[in-house]
């Protein structure tokens, strides 16, 4: 058999480094963002603020030693959107959907990152929940503005309980959440909703 010459050798190394590199993609390996959707809405209707009152906690309604077993510490419901996601898929790739109930009801299927025990970075979870932080509108609001983007910004602080009808409207309500956030973020509590009260609504802790 002939012997490839050195430029059929690198397409040929090329080749095979590239099939590694596909069967080595994080992306292609855990569940998608559907699926953890779906898990949330199962076990929590994907509130990642909720007390359960039951040793539960959380979107992903973690008890604390399951919690602690994957690292995590304080209270999983007061841990940011961020730090569950990264939480959920470090117990995934322990355990698989072994430890959610509602993976089986929901038909959810181990792939081959279940039970891999390898452990994860933040950045292989930050697809989980899809939550990144919009632009900021690049205008700061107080009290009596109304834009869009307040709208953008009230309903996403339902993830942590709020209630806003979204009016778009800078109110008192809208105050309290703003000054709840910055206190809970390090944030000077001005009652202004600037561009870092606006990222942290999604990246932010959450507020108490």
Known sequence: MDRPGPLRLVAVLLAAGAGLFAFDGTAAADPST??????????????????????????YQFDLPTWRSVGGSGLPH???????????LYLYRMRGW??????GKLGLRDDRDARSKRVPDYG????????????????????????????????????YGYGFTGTGCYQDKTKAAVLDLQRANGIKDSGLLGPRTWSAAWTGKPPR
């Not at 559907?34 to 959380?58: A, F, I, K, N, P």
């Open 124 to 159: 292989e979870a930050s697809y989980i929940s899809g939550a990144k932080s919009p632009v900021w509108p690049g205008r700061v609001f107080g009290p009596g503005d109304c834009h869009p983007a307040l709208r953008t910004w009230q309903l996403r602080m339902n993830a």
């Open 78 to 88: 007061q841990a940011s959107p961020a730090e569950q996601d990264f939480r959920a």
């Open 98 to 103: 072994q430890p959610w109930e509602c993976a």
């Open 34 to 59: 559907v699926d953890w959707q779906r898990l949330r809405m199962c076990e929590s209707t994907d509130r990642y603020h909720v007390d359960t009152g039951s040793g539960y906690y959380g979107a």
